[in-house]
């Protein structure tokens, strides 16, 4: 019986959700033979789930070839990871010509990222003014970042349901301006949503503002769940103010692993100390 492309391609992509990356490439390599070029960005996005990025590069080139225009951002994202900054900006620009404005988000980062403050900011603004409202949302908190201004609240919470940081940053804005009990909501209603970057602020909150240690370790440990390595760090010093010096440790360790330069200089400074007692 004949292979049907559609069903191969069906049968890769949940294989994929199931995390079987390997089986789903095959799968798709199959569908491709069969004469379906575009899936070469599905390989592409199995390739860079198995961490081999160069090839990845190759699959989403194809994929563009075949007309795939969805692969200028993963392609972008792969080449940036490969230390190919000027070629991941190339893509992220494809991505924008191609209609797809988070292009220009991500070439906003990167760009921000490598001290081109000005570039980042015309190409968020170009997008915005395009219609994203996620680089609406960006330029929102690079604003609040800069400035600290309470008059941008009504963009923070347009910004809110669009991008994490933006109901982060609303959640700080409302504290500062003597909103405690709406601020916590924020990051709560944010976590709930499955936005990660809410943990750790909530977390902060509950433990500096709220008295709530208990609640707090809850929040960080939940922020770590979701996959917020920056959640160990303020974890660990709350554990730390609490007495619980080992799982203190292990969580700096698990910071300090994971690139947390924070935990990695608290982890050294409690070692220290410990070596001096």
Known sequence: MAEDAQTLVDAGCDASDQGRHREAEGLFRRAVDLGEEWVWFNIGNELRAQGRLTDAVKAYQRALAAGETDAWLNLGACLDDLGDLVAAMDAYRGAAAAGDLTGYVQLAHLLREHDEGELAVEALS??????????????????????????????????????????ADLADLLRSTGRPEEARAELERGCAAGQRDCWLPLGNHLADHAGDPVAAEAAYRAGIDAGDSNCHHNLAILLLDLGRTHDAITHLRAGADAGD??????????LDERDDT
């Open 261 to 270: 330069a924070l935990a990695a200089r608290a982890l050294r400074d409690v």
């Open 126 to 167: 170009t997008a915005a003014e395009e219609g994203s409202d996620l680089a609406a949302a960006v330029l929102a908190c690079w604003e609040w970042d800069r400035t600290l201004d309470p008059t941008l609240e009504l963009r923070l919470r347009a910004g809110a349901e669009h991008y994490s940081s933006a109901r």
